[in-house]
T-cell receptor, first 116, second 113 residues
């Protein structure tokens, strides 16, 4: 299995809602990532988990809360989002997040989030 | 901090034309280099990658890229493009010892039948 799966594919939420995005991989990878991609822009890194511990937070607002329950799962909890948070949220994983072949990242299809 | 420059933001080619997309990065140390493609409405897919060894790297769908260390470049090439190559192309860099991928701004390629 060389896939990263993400659910849901699409999500529409109001500014007062609480929702979660889910990411899963069964490649035995120990590093997982959340990216945000706005239309016609490159992906921007949000968070990195390495061996189930948060290793990088790119100054993301607290209305985004990541969670890594185990080495295969990565969640992104959303609360009180703003319309400008509407974007494609991508999950990725790599073997262990370090350099060389171990650092190659495999991307999921993304969740298209719309905040009303 | 490292940065990645993609010089061509929007390229329009006729089918069978040759393609070269430029990518330069700014980082003095060892890097891993990637080209990703994003077809309309689809997710990022890896085209090719360079870690070490032969600087000429061959990827999927007839793409190749050449790493020129002295020029800090990793240009993407394809001898003859097809309409199905219409997509956004992103160059990306990971310096050794770092977890953060830095993406270029992307090049939108439009191939006209």
């Amino acid at each position: 299995d060389t896939e990263v799966t993400q659910t849901p594919k699409h999500l529409v939420m109001g500014m007062t809602n609480k929702k979660s995005l889910k990411c899963e991989q069964h490649m035995g990878h120990r590093a997982m990532y959340w990216y945000k991609q706005k239309a016609k822009k490159p992906p921007e890194l949000m968070f990195v988990y390495s061996y189930e511990k948060l290793s990088i937070n790119e100054s993301v607002p607290s209305r985004f809360s990541p969670e890594c329950p185990n080495s295969s799962l990565l969640n992104l909890h959303l609360h009180a989002l703003q319309p400008e948070d509407s974007a494609l949220y991508l999950c990725a994983s790599s073997q262990d997040g370090t350099s060389g072949a171990l650092g190659e990242q495999f991307f999921g299809p993304g969740t298209r989030l719309t905040v009303l | 901090a490292q940065s990645v420059s993609q010089h061509n933001h929007h390229v329009i080619l006729s089918e069978a034309a040759s393609l070269e997309l430029g990518c330069n990065y700014s980082y003095g140390g060892t890097v891993n280099l990637f080209w990703y493609v994003q077809y309309p409405g689809q997710h990022l897919q890896l085209l090719l990658k360079y870690f070490s060894g032969d600087p000429l790297v061959k990827g999927i769908k007839g793409f190749e890229a050449e790493f020129i260390k002295s020029k800090f470049s990793f240009n993407l090439r394809k001898p003859s493009v097809q309409w199905s190559d219409t997509a956004e192309y992103f160059c990306a860099v990971i310096p050794w010892g770092y977890q953060k991928v830095t993406f270029g701004i992307g090049t939108k390629l439009q191939v006209i039948p």
